[in-house]
């Protein structure tokens, strides 16, 4: 099974309203994860890094207060779309390093796809 | 700054055709990690293998092969005798550890049968 699990898998939601997508490590502690966003027929793009304990770093041009990170545990980050618009619609996906940061193993989550009708 | 290339947008070959997939990155970190992830219409990131910055030895998985020339700064991927189930984007990435990844802008392929 996967390591790094996202819920929810798909939401639609209407515009105005504010959703909100989990990732959880399952059998390992996060203290570092991250978040991209993926537009249909476009690379990955990181939004931010989800720090346990401590505020998130977000990549330039992204929203903080749009996007709320909170990594509230060694094995959650929360990734919460406020006020959400047609435009946030994407697939957005989370991973978190494995074990030793310098080995380099990753594990992504399955991915939350988020329609703003 | 890091930045990955995949000039091929997308590449349409014939079942057992052999194909290859360009990545050139460009990093000024002297330890990092480069990655190769296969995304199917589920959406989901397949990971297909990671290698570092010190090991340029090729690599060979069944179908599938690497060849990392640090020289050249590519990370080519090669599928022999491609299948249908091949049928994907294809995905290079870049990261120093601890693991925020660059990502090249993708490569579709479609395996005809």
Same mark, same amino acid.
């Given at each position: 099974?996967?390591?790094?699990?996202?819920?929810?898998?798909?939401?639609?939601?209407?515009?105005?309203?504010?959703?909100?997508?989990?990732?959880?490590?399952?059998?390992?502690?996060?203290?570092?994860?991250?978040?991209?966003?993926?537009? $249909?027929?476009? /690379?990955?793009?990181?939004?931010?890094?989800?720090?346990? @304990?401590?505020?998130? #770093?977000? =990549?330039?041009?992204?929203?903080?207060?749009?996007?709320?990170?909170?990594?509230?545990?060694?094995?959650?980050?929360?990734?919460?779309?406020?006020?959400?618009? $047609?435009?946030? /619609?994407?697939?957005?996906?989370?991973?978190?390093?494995? @074990?030793?940061?310098? #080995?380099? =193993?990753?594990?992504?989550?399955?991915?939350?796809?988020?329609?703003?009708? | 700054?890091?930045?990955?290339?995949?000039?091929?947008?997308?590449?349409?070959?014939?079942?057992?055709?052999?194909?290859?997939?360009?990545?050139?990155?460009?990093?000024?970190?002297?330890?990092?990690?480069?990655?190769?992830?296969?995304?199917?219409?589920?959406?989901?990131?397949?990971?297909?293998?990671?290698?570092?910055?010190?090991?340029?030895?090729?690599?060979?998985?069944?179908?599938?092969?690497?060849?990392?020339?640090?020289?050249?700064?590519?990370?080519?991927?090669?599928?022999?005798?491609?299948?249908?189930?091949?049928?994907?984007?294809?995905?290079?990435?870049?990261?120093?550890?601890?693991?925020?990844?660059?990502?090249?802008?993708?490569?579709?392929?479609?395996?005809?049968?």
């Amino acid at each position: 099974g996967a390591v790094v699990s996202q819920h929810p898998s798909w939401v639609i939601c209407k515009s105005g309203t504010s959703v909100k997508i989990e990732c959880r490590s399952l059998d390992f502690q996060a203290t570092t994860m991250f978040w991209y966003r993926q537009f $249909p027929k476009q /690379s990955l793009m990181l939004m931010a890094t989800s720090n346990e @304990g401590s505020k998130a #770093t977000y =990549e330039q041009g992204v929203e903080k207060d749009k996007f709320l990170i909170n990594h509230a545990s060694l094995t959650l980050s929360t990734l919460t779309v406020t006020s959400a618009h $047609p435009e946030d /619609s994407s697939f957005y996906i989370c991973s978190a390093p494995g @074990g030793d940061f310098n #080995t380099g =193993e990753l594990f992504f989550g399955e991915g939350s796809r988020l329609t703003v009708l | 700054a890091q930045k990955v290339t995949q000039a091929q947008t997308e590449i349409s070959v014939v079942e057992k055709e052999d194909v290859t997939l360009d990545c050139v990155y460009e990093t000024r970190d002297t330890t990092y990690y480069l990655f190769w992830y296969k995304q199917p219409p589920s959406g989901e990131l397949v990971f297909l293998i990671r290698r570092n910055s010190f090991d340029e030895q090729n690599e060979i998985s069944g179908r599938y092969s690497w060849n990392f020339q640090k020289s050249t700064s590519s990370f080519n991927f090669t599928i022999t005798a491609s299948q249908v189930v091949d049928s994907a984007v294809y995905f290079c990435a870049l990261s120093p550890p601890p693991g925020a990844l660059t990502f090249g802008s993708g490569t579709r392929l479609q395996v005809q049968p």
